[in-house]
């Protein structure tokens, strides 16, 4: 890493770079794609799009999670719309409905159609799991072979329960989505800088970390910094350490005080991604609606700290005046190994010359 270049501006820019990771990288990993407590009942729903495919998850009478892509097998409408409880599933364009296992129900005007058997047409499939409050999807072939702990470890899964992140006992308090106009990788980069960042960006922040004490910890496909706590008068700081990890490629567990976060990153376009951010609270505290107004304020000015930083670095990166720079070994190594999984995902089917060594 001293050594090191950062990865070219093309990376952030280019609309071709954009379509291999959505090929080579989202779709051949495990991906968070939001919590589990509105799929707690049977009959229970959740849907939305991840890069562009719209998915569902449900939760059918006989209590199994299942998801599918959400896409009518008549002519390609939604079956599916935000979440709920509902017995099956009905295209709002000719009212095809579909059961929460995914099978065909009923076709309405289907009648004529030649060699149609109904009890061969469904939902096509998504790979699912679970992990804690979390809900993974695998929108690639590969999605049968390795699983979501196989995917992080038995090391990170370890260390994760330790340090409370994997809690399915947190109350879900609020969501909120953000969208900048940055690369994705520019906020997951921001998230990456072992701190470096915190003392000049977030001074707020910084007054409640005894930064001297911060430090990262390296696994196979994902990283987690932490640091202990200082004397602070933010409300979701507390007093136990900081934890933060990433888990490749785009999620973000935040665990701090008595409060957890999840931020999860996706493209929207070469220049412009989303960030959906849930927050839990323990127990009873979830409770106590003026702490949880104070806390995601102090939180959301955080975040809107990082989006001034990352939309500006956005528009370095399309300067003439700048094509690479340097890691700063003392505070960068997770985001030297996020540019090096990014890398090998790009260069596993095919030599890209793109996609230099750096």
Known sequence: MPQASTPPSSWYLSPEVLQKERAQVFMQHWVCVGPL????????????????????VTRAEDGQLRAFHNVCQHHAAAVADGSGCAQLLRCSYHGWEYGLNGRLKKAPGADGIQKFHADQIALKPIGLAVLGHLIFLHFGESGEGMSVEEQL???????????????????????????????????????????????????????????????SKLYNSSSVQSCQAAGSTEARLGTRAAAYAFLYPNLMINRYGSWMDTNIVQPAGPESCTVRFDWWLEGKLGDSEALIEQSIAESEQVQHEDVALCEGVQRGLRSPAYSSGRYAPRFEAPMFQFHRLLHADLCAKQHWLAYREF
């Open 37 to 56: 407590n509105r799929l707690s009942q049977p009959g229970s729903f959740e849907s939305g799009v991840y890069l562009d495919m719209p998915w569902v």
């Open 153 to 215: 470890g038995k090391e990170q899964l370890q260390d994760m329960k330790a340090d409370g992140m994997l809690d399915g006992g947190l109350q879900h308090v609020a969501t909120r989505e953000y969208r900048l106009q940055c690369n994705w990788k520019v906020f997951a980069d921001n998230y990456l800088d072992g701190g470096y960042h915190v003392p000049v960006a977030h001074p707020d922040l910084a007054a409640g970390l005894d930064l001297g004490t911060y430090s």
